[in-house]
């Protein structure tokens, strides 16, 4: 059995109960954990569950345009006003300020996710644009608790609940280019991590043929999803590094973000650069075709609003996206006629 001391306290709200219910528990949870000067973090989603928490210290709301420079300062401004801990309030981009300011403050994370959209609840990795630029992926701290309030969850977007498997679907073909790295000489893979990657996948491997409208309203499988997810990123806390979760797939995923501004959430993203991965493995393609289809995730370039020149543009520039990483896209060193090869075997 997987020694798990090292983990994340994990709570979970519900069900049944309300919100309401979820944010009193929420701040009963914090005076027992000893946090008595919170900085809460919340996005506009969090203001109910953040409603409860008691704390001397102002909640703030990143700002749209909140980057690396306004998270900096954000930690800054925490460690002036004393604060005991960061809790963080909402989605994936309210976490990831939230674990870059706890950095800069020397402070610990309670991450509070109000959608399962992506890995990155508890890795150390925080992805926030530099000034005037797109997503970067930096190392942040990791979350040591995470509070799952279901009756939130059950009413997230459907859209963040497929791009949160999506995610996970890129664990297996990660793992492939870790060990395709491996076998080059060029990294040596952490078991551990290798095995929390494989387990978070299976987490909801039972789930992939199902109704995702259907999941979404089960709180057994949003526990399922959770799950996988914190296992993932506890693989990358593992591991170092973001390995065990991200190859080929994700490359896929920075260049639309670097190239196109992005077209979906992430995991979406993911979903879709699993396709390239698996056509260069040569896998059943098609196969995972009918599989996004029926999770509804992006299976075409037209889902994206990508054309195939906007493709070719997206896998020539793929492999600059993590210098350093070995993956199969750096391994097929595509050009661009074999490139044009690529998308014709997967979508002709």
């Known amino acids: 059995m997987e020694d798990r ?33 919170p900085l809460v973090v919340q996005s506009t989603f969090g203001e109910a569950l953040g409603a409860r928490i008691r704390t001397p210290l102002p909640h703030v709301v990143p700002v749209p345009q909140a980057n ?36 800069r403050a020397g402070v610990t994370v309670i991450a509070v996710p109000t ?41 997230s977007p459907l859209g963040a609940v497929r791009a949160g498997l999506g995610d996970l679907l890129a664990n297996p073909l990660a793992l492939k280019d870790w060990e395709l ?10 078991q551990r991590a290798w095995n929390l990657s494989v387990e978070s996948f299976k987490s909801i491997e039972s789930y992939l043929a199902a109704d995702v409208a259907k999941s979404a309203r089960d709180p057994r499988f949003l526990i399922r999803l959770a799950d996988g997810l914190v296992l993932s990123g506890m693989a990358m806390v ?11 797939e994700h490359e896929i995923s920075h260049a639309i973000d670097h190239l196109f501004g992005g077209r979906a959430l992430h995991g979406a ?35 994206l609003g990508l054309s195939e020149d906007d493709m ?33 075997r997967i979508w002709t």
Not at 115 to 138: F, K, T, Y
Not at 278 to 303: I, K, M, S, V
């Open 269 to 303: 993203q993911v979903a879709f650069g699993c396709l390239l991965s698996t056509e260069l493995y040569g896998e059943d393609t098609q196969g995972f075709r009918a599989r996004l289809a029926r999770l509804g995730l992006p299976q075409h370039p037209g889902d």
């Open 5 to 37: 001391k090292d983990f994340p306290q994990v709570f979970v709200y519900g069900p049944p109960g309300s919100e309401q219910g979820a944010a009193e528990d929420l701040a009963r949870k914090l005076v027992d954990l000893d946090i008595i000067a």
């Open 68 to 103: 690396q420079e306004w998270a900096a300062t954000l930690g800054s401004r925490t460690r002036r006003l004393g604060a005991d801990a960061i809790v963080a309030i909402g989605g994936g981009r309210c976490l990831d300020i939230a674990k870059l300011a706890a950095a």
């Open 238 to 248: 593992c591991a170092g590094n973001s390995r065990p979760a991200s190859g080929g």
């Open 181 to 190: 790295a491996a076998g080059r000489g060029l990294e040596s893979i952490d």
């Open 312 to 344: 070719v543009k997206i896998l020539l520039a793929a492999p600059y996206m993590r210098p350093g990483r070995f993956t199969v896209l750096e391994d097929t060193d595509l050009d661009e006629s074999g490139s044009r090869a690529l998308l014709e």
């Open 115 to 155: 959608q399962l959209s992506h890995d990155g609840i508890c890795s150390p990795v925080a992805v926030v644009p530099a000034q005037g630029a797109c997503g970067e992926s930096i190392g942040a701290i990791a979350p040591r608790v995470v509070y799952l309030s279901i009756p939130t969850l059950l009413s």
